[in-house]
């Protein structure tokens, strides 16, 4: 590999959440850009090959479909509490992005929940990675449908599975401040 660790690790540290007001509306995205962010969210690392992801992409027309369907679950979900403002928000936001791709998670019983769920988190993070390689924007929501169990058989996932939120994917048009985090060995105990 001629990549140098000094370029991996600016890779990782630049990587920004994008979101959907930060976009260059009606600019696409090349399709092979997303071919390849979601070729290297495979190369995850996958207990037990279970190889857990199951991507549904939304692109064109199908912003629209995504926008409608999560808009009317929304409505008849939260009839309660319904707030039009949010409504309108589930319809529009998605007409933002370029690309939306549903995140699932494919149970397979063969290893505990817990590392199906890691691992389409991983795959997920080599999509944020690619994406900042390439220079697009995208950010992970688990917002809007996320947590409505009826809504899994739209993108696909049936039983078990579990629908794990949603990668917005779109061009650059106001980039992100610099990132923040506290000092890691805050977070860490070595023994030696
Ligand atoms: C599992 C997960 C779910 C997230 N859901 C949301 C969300 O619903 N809304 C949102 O604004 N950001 C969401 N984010 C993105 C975070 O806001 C973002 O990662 C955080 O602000 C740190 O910024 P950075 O990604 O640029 O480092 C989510 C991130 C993860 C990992």
């Given at each position: 590999m001629n990549i140098s660790p000094d370029q991996v690790n600016e890779l990782i540290k630049n990587r920004r959440s994008t979101f959907p007001k930060q976009y260059a509306v009606d600019k696409k995205i090349d399709d092979s850009i997303i071919e390849q962010m979601l070729e290297n969210a495979s190369w995850a690392p996958t207990h037990k090959q279970t190889e857990p992801w199951q991507f549904t992409v939304f692109t064109g027309e199908g912003l629209k479909q995504f926008a409608t369907y999560q808009a009317a679950m929304y409505k008849e979900k939260e009839a309660?509490?319904?707030?039009e403002d949010k409504y309108q928000k589930m319809m529009s936001n998605?007409?933002?992005?370029s690309h939306i791709i549903a995140i699932g998670m494919k149970r397979s019983?063969?290893?505990?929940?817990m590392e199906e769920i890691a691992s389409v988190s991983c795959a997920v993070q080599n999509m944020y990675l690619t994406a900042e390689a390439y220079g697009v924007g995208c950010y992970w929501t688990t917002?809007?449908?996320?947590?409505?169990?009826?809504?899994k058989a739209f993108f696909g996932l049936t039983g078990n599975?579990?629908?794990l939120g949603f990668l917005y994917v779109g061009e650059i048009a106001v980039p992100s401040a610099a990132g923040k985090r506290s000092p890691i060995s805050e977070k860490v105990t070595w023994i030696r």
């Open positions: 309660a509490s319904f707030k998605p007409l933002m992005a019983d063969k290893v505990p929940e917002g809007g449908v996320t947590y409505y169990d009826d809504a599975d579990k629908l």
